[in-house]
C-alpha cells in the first residue's frame, strides 16, 4: 500500500490514503519522515519504508505546477 505524509502533529503522522481517507501512526513507529514524502507499507510484513524515487516525483510534480500557476 501506497500512503502520503499529510502532516505531522506532535508524536502522531496522518498519513493520506486512497479517496482522501486518513490514518495516523504513531512517529517512533516509522523510519524519519517529512511531509509529503511517499511511504510504501508492506500488507505482508508491515515494514514501511520511504519511498524516494516517488517522493522526488512528486515534489517535482507539485513545483512544475505551483510554477505554472505562479509566474514571476
Do not use: Q
Not at 24 to 30: E, H, M, P, S, V
Not at 40 to 62: C, G, M
Amino acid at each position: 500500500m501506497e500512503v502520503i505524509v499529510d502532516r505531522i502533529e506532535n508524536n502522531i503522522i496522518v498519513v493520506e490514503l486512497e479517496k482522501s481517507k486518513v490514518m495516523t501512526y504513531k512517529i517512533d513507529k516509522l523510519p524519519t519522515v517529512k511531509e509529503g514524502d511517499v511511504l510504501e507499507i508492506n500488507s505482508d510484513t508491515k515494514e514501511v519504508f520511504v519511498n524516494k524515487k516517488k517522493t522526488k516525483a512528486r515534489r517535482n510534480k507539485i513545483k512544475k505546477l505551483i510554477d505554472k500557476v505562479f509566474v514571476n
